[in-house]
């Protein structure tokens, strides 16, 4: 007979002991070759202590002296989150629809999953930089930009809605012969549209942070402002830019919790 | 039979009562009234926007076919970008747990950390990940560096506050029990709060590797490192067929990123 433990241990993470040991080992061996073989250059590092300092000396006090320009700014990317939640939403309806696996044929289901997919893989900033190759410097290719970035994230949350609807009204609206329009109207539309409204206040909140960033590769909007400030030196402007980026950010995420939290 | 009127009041079915009617009209024209103003007002040659499509059609007429001349430095400098992800992610978690630790309301110590916390998160979070980049290209130069940095600076808000809030939901049972029998601080962290917090903390980290991986592709266009430097070159050379090799490279990382993720989460969950 064995003897009782006396002493109580904690049951590892992983009860396989070979299992676990060969996760350590590869995790370890992984991180210490990415450290030895990065291209790291640590006199540059040490130095950059120094140059940190010297830009958050020229950084303060942020300085508001050209509030015009961070208004203009500001007004459109607000422009341009406006018009690419109306754009991106209305396409992503379409778009839900065909992704859906329970209304769409095999087909069109999976070319909506596929648009899906590329428009969801590629970050807002390298779609950016592709539209304002094609459609020039500006307000424009920022919103196309965020068209894609709405249908990317809108028309994948709406399709697993519309495939978790309760199929009955459908039917029954079949049965009777309704044609194909009145049933998504009557049929699918009521059962999806609390999450439309929730998706869509999310997204407008969503693309208003995204044009911040988009602007930094020329495609409008306050992140181009910041961008030319960082590119004078001005980091004074630079960081009066990120303070007000911050505030209106903190602001229309309260403002949009609050609508959701009404409509849901 | 009871008739349309005894059963709903009304003589005739409709969707909506007129209140409903009134504030969705009301809805309707105040999202209008918004479009038309953005439109009206935007700086956009409109002369681009018709140009449009066709200007669309011509660049990717131009990536076709990919060229694949260059797949090797490709595909080396893709998998220092999952490195930089990945480095980063991993220092992210280890500075976000005690972050997470001061901004949960049932662990930090005072409210002057609780306040320290909270404050790390929301400048952490509300600040983009390319921002973050510029700023540390600008202090340590361009490279990696900068890149890592920036990737953390960002994660450390977004694991700290998931991981913060899940503190915040854990059975307080456990805890007591270890205090009563006079635990240290740190042994009731590591026996009582951990293992209850041990599932989010994964799922976290895994989503925000995914996330990363992302995040990690655009670093190079501010010239943080990663896959970004080669797209940027190419774009800049007008050497597109190369810049859709490089799209499609990032588009299979992506959704490789994703199916090992959720292969991950499905194993560890």
């Given amino acids: 007979m064995t003897a009782a433990r006396d002493t109580w241990k904690r049951p590892p993470f992983i009860s396989n002991p070979v299992v676990r040991w060969t996760v350590y080992i590869v995790a370890i061996v992984y991180f210490g070759w990415v450290a030895a073989t990065m291209p790291i250059d640590w006199q540059r590092v040490i130095d950059g202590f120094g140059r940190a300092g010297l830009i958050f000396g020229g950084a303060f006090p942020p300085s508001f002296e050209r509030s015009g320009l961070l208004i203009d700014g500001f007004l459109e990317s607000l422009k341009i989150a406006i018009l690419a939640t109306a754009g991106g939403v209305l396409l992503s309806i379409p ?50 930009t965020l068209i894609v970035y709405s249908i990317g994230f809108v028309a994948k949350m709406l399709a697993e809605r519309i495939e978790e609807i309760d199929f009955g009204q459908v039917e029954a609206m079949r049965a009777a012969g309704v044609p194909y329009l009145s049933t998504v109207f009557y049929a699918i539309f009521p059962q999806i549209m609390p999450r439309q409204i929730g998706l869509t206040i999310y997204q407008l909140d969503s693309n208003l942070r995204a044009s911040a960033v988009v602007g930094i590769v020329g495609a409008g909007g306050i992140g181009a402002t910041l961008a030319n400030a960082f590119g004078r030196y001005d980091y004074d402007f630079a960081l009066a830019i990120t303070i007000v980026i911050v505030a209106v950010i903190l602001l229309s995420e309260g403002i949009s919790g609050q609508i959701r939290k009404r409509v849901a | ?144 560096v900068a890149g890592i940095v920036a990737i953390m600076f960002r994660s450390i808000g977004f694991i700290g506050k998931l991981l913060g809030e899940a503190i915040e939901e854990i059975d307080k049972r456990p805890v007591e029990a270890l205090e009563a029998t006079g635990a240290s601080r740190f042994k009731v962290i590591a026996y009582a709060i951990v293992p209850q917090v041990m599932p989010t903390f994964w799922a976290v980290s895994i989503l925000r590797w995914d996330i990363n991986l992302r995040e990690s592709t655009v670093l190079g266009l501010v010239g943080a490192g990663g896959i970004g430097i080669i797209l940027q070159g190419a774009i800049d050379t007008f050497n597109w067929p190369e810049a859709a090799t490089v799209l499609l490279a990032i588009l299979a990382l992506v959704i490789v990123g994703e199916i090992v993720s959720a292969f991950l989460r499905r194993r560890i969950l």
């Fill in chain 2, 1 to 144: 039979m009871s008739t349309i009127s005894e059963q709903f009041g009304r003589d005739e079915w409709t969707r909506f009562t007129p209140k409903q009617r009134m504030q969705r009209y009301g809805i309707f024209a105040l999202t209008a009234l918004a479009i038309a103003w953005a439109l009206s007002s935007i700086e956009v040659i409109w002369a681009w926007v018709w140009d449009a499509p066709s200007q669309m059609g011509d660049l990717f007429g131009r990536m076709y076919p990919p060229d694949a001349t260059n797949l090797g430095s490709i595909l080396r400098i893709l998998w220092e970008t999952v490195n930089i992800a990945t480095f980063a992610t991993v220092l992210a978690v280890f500075m976000s747990l005690p972050v997470a630790y001061l901004a949960a309301q049932n662990t930090t110590p005072n409210r002057v950390t609780l306040w320290l916390g909270r404050l790390i998160l929301v400048t952490s979070r509300s600040v983009n990940t390319i921002i973050w980049a510029l700023l540390f290209v600008a202090i340590f130069g361009p490279g990696v």
């Fill in chain 1, 95 to 144: 778009i839900a629809f065909m992704a859906a696996r329970n209304v769409a044929p095999l087909p069109i289901y999976y070319l909506g999953r596929f648009i899906i997919i590329v428009a969801r893989s590629f970050h807002p900033v390298i779609v950016a930089i592709i539209f304002v190759k094609a459609v020039g410097f500006g307000p424009f290719a920022g919103v196309l």
